[in-house]
């Protein structure tokens, strides 16, 4: 269509109207009325008419001579329709109009021009064109005479004769041109086109067209062979002689339309079919994913109808399982290769979660450019869980939910692998109930059964976490325990194990009494590979058997000595500390200078009932091992701070008492609280109080020691750093330490008087006590030569067996009730 729509009212002139369509070079102006209503056309074949140029006649308004009513088509028509509605009308032009809006002008000559008509205008020639012979005029008539035979014979040009060989042409155009001009006075040989151009018969409609177009002109004059003019051929009528046959190509096409229209109204009603009864959800979206349709199954599947998720993003049934990378490379295999299949986790509208296998396609219409896509899906969550349940049964004991020997096996020699690649040391704890037939023969097998469940529960809730469990055979239970830290964390953890799966209890409504046997392996001490130490450690639970069950065997005697023995030693420090078996004995701190004494350190000492005195270097790393540790540092605690305040009590000027605290007592202790409480009980004076931590635990500063010092601080406790110089600390760290003063450990002090090395060491840790502005203490100090270097080198104070020896509270009295209160 022609967009560019020339606009006229009812009341204009006919002449005004011909005067605009001249100037705009237009066939056609559309009559509106007020409201912009299309009432009627004008066009330049409505301007052939005489009366129009009868000078006696009253003016004319395009009311009186417009085609009423005006035809109109829609946008959306097809071009095929247009022809068809031109042809049975008998018209030339029709209205393009969307809810009586004018949008353009369509003509016929508009949709011939493309139609693609190379083909036909190539292979015609003029003379094939049928054309009535030539209206001729002679020039001397008048413009109404010419305008009267043109529209009596049809014509929408003549030939005006000019002279003997030379024609001139007044077309419906040149009328129209007439009319604006007013109706010029004169004959037709000075008001038409002068000089009619002419071309053979044998001439092509394509170069006729041409010709046409190059010169802008609307008519050719035809010769016959002779040079005689036989006929004028404008540009209507070469479109008219290819209508035909595009109208009979027309119809067929229409033809085939109707027959692919009926088969694909059969295709669609069959597709409409599987749409609505298949079993699979089918779900499809515009280009931007909005949802426009689904099927009946969709609901069936997701429980949502189609109501709530037309216009919707599919995402109103997401999950959030699927990650941005899913829904990344989702969006790049259906913009590359136009599909997309897999399975994808849904959320459900009753808020559950389902599994699908959905198949996007994407879909191009190749007329608009636009996308479809069509999910097609089904839910597989029955599959799925059936098929997870059957490999959970392939790798996994059917009644407790533990690995299988199969699964056991395979992690055990992944973990014997990343062992090694770490140098770890791995357990294996084979554990076996005892007297177990008999207990099923008994009570049968449901209550054989809920007994290994029992043991499956209890052993669950009680191996670190790490730990895998597995179940080998009826009775037989497997625990793989990784990163052993030593020989005694594993004992503790096999005792806590027996403890709990041994004892009176009841099964299936009886009263039974339950032991297990264990046996455990160690890698790499016993083996390397998976078979062997599973092997090992049967063999050490049968051994645990021999030895009358309800207890645990090492694979290696040794480790089983060594590990009964610490456990034994454990046990009996537990005892001796409910027992009272645990003394404070006193070191006194002395001025180096004067050699009065001006405090002391409280070590422990355990009073055995068989053994005697126990080195504390015996039992206190098992007391740190098993966390007794913290119970006997609050007994010290306790003890010492109880003792000075009797001695204060007593007049007795004993200085400060320092008590050392372990690492487990400011990480898990609480030592601030339990300080302030001991404190308070026995009214001591925190002055009175110094605290030894050693250089390793202040120094970690990533479980917060030095916020804990600074609590401390904030309670006047003396704090000092114990053994330092043993350690890796940092300076720069060191000089933020809220801490009063050090203690040169005595490893430094004992060879002061021959090593050379340590003397330049002892003398830097004393330097760098000066700068930091902190006290000296010098353990170990046991030469005059020792005290002679410390004292010139400036540490104020000293401890060691050259002043005394570590004494019971009795004798430490004594000292100080001496009058001068000197050790030397």
Not at 650 to 671: D, E, Y
Not at 762 to 788: C, F, K, M, W
Not at 792 to 802: D, F, I, K, S, T
Request: one cysteine or more; charged letters at 20%; proline letters at 3%.
């Amino acid at each position: 269509m022609s967009t560019e729509i020339l606009l006229g009212s009812p009341g204009m002139l006919v002449r005004d109207a011909a005067q605009r369509m001249s100037e705009r070079r237009c066939s056609t102006i559309l009559v509106v009325d007020a409201s912009d209503r299309a009432i009627g056309i004008w066009t330049e074949t409505d301007a052939v008419r005489p009366e129009l140029f009868d000078a006696g006649m009253s003016p004319l308004c395009l009311a009186d001579v417009m085609s009423s009513p005006v035809v109109c088509v829609t946008p959306t028509t097809t071009i095929q329709d247009a022809v068809v509605m031109f042809h049975d009308k008998s018209i030339r032009h029709a209205l393009v109009a969307d809810d009586g809006v004018p949008l353009g002008m369509l003509s016929m000559s508009d949709i011939i021009r493309h139609q693609d008509s190379d083909d036909f205008l190539g292979l015609r020639r003029l003379d094939t064109v049928p054309m009535p012979s030539p209206c001729i005029l002679d020039g001397t008539l008048d413009v109404r005479e010419a305008v009267t035979q043109m529209r009596a014979q049809g014509r929408d040009a003549v030939v005006v004769r000019l002279s003997a060989a030379t024609y001139g042409i007044l077309t419906q155009r040149d009328v129209v041109r007439l009319m604006a001009q007013g109706l010029p006075a004169g004959p037709l040989a000075s008001v038409c086109s002068r000089s009619l151009k002419a071309v053979s018969g044998s001439t092509r409609l394509a170069d006729a067209r041409n010709l046409l177009l190059a010169h802008q002109i609307r008519h050719l004059g035809v010769l016959d062979d002779e040079g005689e003019l036989v006929g004028v051929v404008g540009f209507s009528d070469i479109l008219h002689s290819i209508e035909q046959a595009f109208l009979l190509e027309l119809h067929q096409m229409l033809f085939e339309r109707d027959r692919a229209l009926s088969e694909s109204q059969h295709s669609l009603m069959l597709a409409e079919t599987v749409f609505a009864s298949t079993m699979e959800g089918i779900m499809i979206t515009n280009g931007d994913g909005v949802i426009e349709s689904v099927n009946p199954a969709f609901g069936r599947i997701t429980g949502y109808v189609a109501n709530e998720v037309v216009g919707k993003m599919p995402t109103v049934m997401a999950s959030g399982k699927q990650t941005a990378d899913f829904y990344a490379r989702f969006w790049q295999s259906l913009l590359v290769d136009g599909r997309w299949q897999g399975e994808i986790i849904n959320r459900h509208k009753d808020g559950s979660l389902y599994t699908v296998h959905l198949c996007v396609t994407a879909v191009a219409d190749e007329g608009t450019g636009r996308r479809h896509y069509v999910g097609v899906f089904s839910d597989i969550t029955q599959s799925k869980q059936t098929e997870a349940r059957l490999k959970f049964l392939a790798s996994h004991d059917a009644l407790t939910g533990l690995a299988n020997r199969q699964l056991f096996t395979e992690c055990l020699q992944v973990a014997l692998e990343r062992a090694a690649a770490n140098d770890q040391r791995l357990a294996l704890l084979y554990i076996d109930l005892d007297r177990f037939k008999l207990f099923n023969d008994t009570l049968g097998l449901k209550a054989g059964d809920e007994l290994l469940t029992r043991v499956a529960e209890t052993l669950q809730a009680l191996v670190p976490e790490g730990s895998l469990i597995g179940r080998l055979a009826s009775d037989e239970f497997v625990v793989l325990v990784s990163e052993i830290e030593s020989v005694q964390q594993l004992a503790s953890l096999s005792q806590t194990l027996l403890s709990a799966l041994s004892g009176d209890t009841v099964v299936a409504g009886n009263e039974v009494f339950v032991s297990v046997s264990m046996g455990i392996s160690l890698y790499p001490d016993d083996s390397h590979s998976a078979q062997s130490l599973l092997a090992n450690a049967d063999a050490a639970m049968v051994r645990a058997k021999e030895c009358g069950k309800n207890t645990f065997q090492f694979y290696a005697g040794d480790m089983n000595a060594h590990a009964l023995e610490r456990m034994s030693m454990e046990a009996a420090l537990r005892r001796g500390l409910a027992q009272n078996e645990l003394e404070l004995w006193y070191q006194p701190k002395v001025d180096l200078a004067s050699g009065e004494v001006c405090g002391a350190e409280a070590l422990i000492r355990w009073r055995h009932p068989q053994r005697g005195l126990v080195p504390p270097d015996e039992f206190i790393p098992i007391a740190e091992d098993s966390s007794l540790i913290v119970a006997i540092g609050e007994w010290v605690l306790h003890t010492a701070c109880k003792q000075w305040r009797h001695w204060r009590d007593a007049n007795l000027p004993a200085g400060r008492i320092a008590v050392n605290v372990s690492g487990r007592q400011f990480k898990f202790g609480g030592i601030v609280e339990t300080v302030r409480q001991t404190l308070q009980t026995h009214g001591l004076p925190s002055e009175c109080l110094e605290l030894e931590v050693t250089e390793s635990v202040a120094m970690d500063e990533g479980e917060g020691v030095t916020e804990v010092l600074r609590e401390l601080q904030q309670l006047g406790v003396y704090l000092s750093i114990d053994d330092f110089g043993t350690g890796y600390s940092s300076l720069s760290y060191l000089k933020r330490l809220p801490v009063h003063g050090l203690k040169i450990d005595r490893s430094f002090i004992m060879d002061l008087h021959e090593d050379s090395d340590d003397v330049a060491i002892t003398r830097a840790i004393i330097s760098i006590a000066h700068s930091l502005g902190l006290n000296l203490v010098a353990e170990g100090v046991e030469r005059p030569e020792q005290r002679d270097f410390l004292v010139a080198q400036g540490c104020q104070e000293g401890q060691g067996y050259y002043y005394s020896r570590p004494m019971p509270a009795e004798a430490f009295e004594k000292l100080l009730r001496q009058p001068r209160r000197q050790l030397i």
